[in-house]
């Protein structure tokens, strides 16, 4: 009898003992996920925001020069253009001075 009522002694001991671990140790895994889920959430706010800006400025900078390079080539086309008519012109009047001055 004193047996049995050992063995139920230490199992009752033992069912104490894991429930009275078992509530701290789901508290504990609890709150550190909590204490480590809100930072970690909040470095992975942070970061894409710090990537974020700086890729979005690569972008638009991108962009400008893009529509600098384009924009010059425009001004380059037209002052090429003008060029050639200003030629066009100059050989034009030189070519009737000449007959002129031959006609004389």
């Known amino acids: 009898m004193k047996l049995v009522?050992?063995?139920s002694a230490?199992?009752?001991l033992l069912a104490c003992s894991s429930v009275a671990f078992?509530?701290?140790?789901a508290k504990i895994s609890a709150l550190s996920s909590e204490a480590f889920a809100a930072p970690q959430a909040k470095i992975a706010a942070l970061s894409s925001a710090a990537f974020?800006?700086?890729q979005a400025k690569i972008a638009?900078?991108?962009s400008q020069h893009e529509l600098q390079h384009s924009l010059t080539a425009i001004i380059d086309h037209r002052i090429n253009q003008q060029l050639q008519t200003a030629n066009v012109l100059m050989s034009t009047?030189?070519?009737q001075?000449?007959?002129q001055m031959i006609e004389l």
């Open 22 to 25: 078992a509530v701290p140790q």
């Open 93 to 95: 009047k030189i070519e």
């Open 52 to 54: 974020a800006a700086p």
């Open 10 to 12: 230490t199992a009752f």
């Open 5 to 7: 009522q050992s063995i």
């Open 97 to 99: 001075q000449l007959v």
């Open 60 to 62: 638009a900078l991108s």
